[in-house]
């Protein structure tokens, strides 16, 4: 069970590099998120998508881009990085419609580190 | 906008105690989903408990039990008979209850609880 995998683990970047971070998903789920986690500031949304097709913007979304590529992946990418942009991100999906009063649980990635120098 | 607050930035407890982690948020909605996440040392994400803010049974999930006070805006994380395993990132996090589809999470800060043999 894959579930939700996140590429690469590990990057490291210089001011002003470019990147995109990758998130498939096996669950044949409608909703996927980014979030990042900084020391002292638990998980903050950046992008999600609620189905394939939608975008929308969370609490922190300046500096990135998100794309979701189809129902099983969705992109974020840095144009232009920067050292605030050093942090642990991650990925989540989620069912994303209602079965009863269930909401649907977040599934997340692993993670990924960026540093950016 | 709702929010999520975790008052105790870190904890301890004595294998086989008992720890209660403390949660309160702000929302005027009534109809949502509250969850404790649970990320170890590994870093992956792992959902301990879930509740539903219409139900005034209190979830049990194991040795997982928490406290809702839903006029109290409350919702307290109860771990039995601790074990070393749950050395662990606590977060807390509110889901507002959309139809169709979900809305993202929202979390708070986390409290940081270390387990003692």
Request: charged share 20%; glycine share 6%; hydrophobic share 30%.
């Amino acid at each position: 069970n894959a579930g939700v995998t996140q590429t690469p683990k590990f990057q490291v970047l210089k001011t002003g590099q470019s990147m995109t971070l990758q998130c498939a998903q096996d669950m044949n789920h409608n909703s996927m998120y980014w979030y990042r986690q900084d020391p002292g500031m638990g998980l903050r949304l950046i992008y999600y998508s609620a189905s394939e097709g939608t975008t929308d913007k969370g609490e922190v979304p300046n500096g990135y881009n998100v794309s979701r590529l189809n129902k099983r992946e969705f992109s974020l990418r840095l144009e232009s990085a920067a050292p605030s942009q050093t942090s642990v991100y991650f990925c989540a999906s989620s069912e994303g419609r209602l079965k009863g009063w269930y909401a649907g649980e977040l599934f997340f990635g692993e993670g990924s580190r960026l540093t950016v120098l | 906008a709702q929010t999520v607050t975790q008052s105790q930035p870190e904890m301890s407890v004595q294998e086989a105690e008992t720890v209660t982690l403390s949660c309160t948020y702000d929302t005027s909605e009534n109809n949502y989903y509250l969850f404790w996440y649970k990320q170890p040392p590994s870093r992956q994400m792992i959902l301990v408990i879930r509740q539903e803010a219409y139900k005034q049974q209190n979830a049990t999930e194991n040795r997982f039990s928490v406290n809702f006070q839903k006029a109290a805006k409350s919702f307290s994380l109860k771990i039995s008979d601790s074990q070393l395993g749950d050395t662990a990132m606590y977060f807390c996090a509110f889901m507002k209850h959309v139809n169709p589809g979900n809305t993202p999470l929202v979390f708070g800060k986390g409290t940081r609880l270390s387990v003692i043999a």
